[in-house]
């Protein structure tokens, strides 16, 4: 069983920045491809960023890319997700994930998430 534990939310003014962190235990780090999903208030939770194991592949949503940085250091078992320029509509919960499988986009880990709000 993996366990993610995220840090690092909270309020910050529009065009600011945040950098969550995801830490993991349970499984060797470096077998998990890691993400980020967010759920805004009254709409579905969305795919934000993932970078495999090794950190040699990312993807990010159309929404965020310039802006986000999604990265990992295996040695500390922690993923980050670097979020600058912030804009109001990048207020959500956000969610760490983990699976296996890079391509996996229904992760089978996740956290219990942390709340990121930018005001305007």
């Known amino acids: 069983q993996v366990q993610l534990v995220e840090s690092g939310g909270g309020l910050v003014q529009a065009g600011g920045s945040l950098r969550l962190s995801c830490t993991g235990s349970?499984?060797?780090?470096?077998?998990?491809?890691m993400g980020w999903f967010r759920q805004a208030p009254g709409k579905e939770r969305e795919f934000v960023a993932r970078?495999?194991?090794?950190?040699?592949?990312?993807t990010y949503t159309a929404s965020v890319k310039g802006r986000f940085t999604i990265s990992r250091d295996n040695a500390k078992a922690t993923a980050y997700l670097q979020m600058n320029s912030l804009k109001p509509e990048d207020t959500a919960v956000y969610y760490c994930?983990?699976?296996?499988?890079?391509?996996?986009?229904?992760?089978?880990?996740w956290g219990q998430g942390t709340q990121v709000t930018v005001s305007s």
């Open positions: 994930t983990a699976d296996p499988a890079y391509e996996n986009t229904k992760p089978q880990y």
């Open positions: 349970g499984r060797t780090f470096s077998t998990l491809a």
């Open positions: 970078i495999s194991g090794r950190g040699f592949r990312t």
